[in-house]
Nanobody, 126 residues
Framework: QVQLVESGGGLVQAGGSLRVSCAAS????????MGWFRQAPGKERDFVAA????????YYADSVKGRFTISRDNAKNTEYLQMSSLSPDDTAVYYC???????????????????WGKGTLVTVSS
């Protein structure tokens, strides 16, 4: 089992920046490719970004490419999502998730993920 806990969500003005974090415990964090998903009010959960277990390879949804940066610190068992140029359309609950070891970063479907955090709310005001 891998336990994931997100933090860092909050209220930010449009055009601002925010970093959310995901702390992992349980099995060896460095074995797992990680991702971020988000769910806006009244909408389905969507893929945001993915990162390989080593942190070398990343993949982004088109809607966040150039604005968001996914990263990880395997020594700290933590994954990050740095968000900039935020707009009200980015308002959502942000979830971190772990995929099966060996999976390359791509536009993962949420049913493919092995473990999930409970999410952290990001609200962008206009």
């Amino acid at each position: 089992q891998v336990q994931l806990v997100e933090s860092g969500g909050g209220l930010v003005q449009a055009g601002g920046s925010l970093r959310v974090s995901c702390a992992a415990s349980g099995r060896t964090f460095s074995h797992y490719p990680m991702g971020w998903f988000r769910q806006a009010p009244g909408k389905e959960r969507d893929f945001v970004a993915a990162i390989s277990s080593s942190g070398v390879t990343t993949y982004y949804a088109d809607s966040v490419k150039g604005r968001f940066t996914i990263s990880r610190d395997n020594a700290k068992n933590t994954e990050y999502l740095q968000m900039s140029s935020l707009s009200p359309d980015d308002t959502a609950v942000y979830y971190c998730a772990a995929n099966t070891p060996g999976r390359a970063p791509s536009r993962w479907s949420d049913y493919a993920m092995a473990y999930w955090g409970k999410g952290t709310l990001v609200t962008v005001s206009s």
